[in-house]
């Protein structure tokens, strides 16, 4: 399952260059992004999209009653990360 969800980004006309985790269930989509200018390499930041991507797996297995819920907690929680980015804040979060 080593890139299961995962997918890389290497395209010449993008200023990003890294991995994508999108994970859907219940209708909804978490998609995070990993860029390689962020976490130093495509290695570390490969690592770190598995890392979060099984965390996510793991944390939806503890949610399975309400898994629903967790997905709008967690979109909720990547669009803070989000605001927080644009108002010049870090986008690294513990994975």
């Keep these: 399952m080593k890139n299961k969800n995962i997918t890389r980004y290497t395209y010449e006309n993008t200023d990003f260059q890294g991995w994508r985790?999108?994970?859907?269930?219940?209708?909804r989509i978490i998609t995070r992004y990993f860029s390689d200018l962020q976490y130093g390499s495509e290695q570390k930041s490969h690592q770190a999209a598995i890392r979060y991507r099984d965390q996510?797996?793991?944390?939806?297995?503890?949610?399975?009653?309400?898994?629903?819920?967790?997905?709008?907690?967690e979109l909720e929680h990547l669009q803070q990360l989000l605001r927080e980015k644009e108002?010049?804040?870090?986008?690294?979060?513990p994975v």
């Design 21 to 27: 985790v999108s994970i859907q269930r219940c209708g």
């Design 56 to 73: 996510v797996f793991a944390d939806m297995q503890e949610n399975r009653n309400d898994l629903a819920g967790y997905m709008d907690r």
């Design 87 to 93: 108002q010049g804040g870090n986008l690294s979060s």
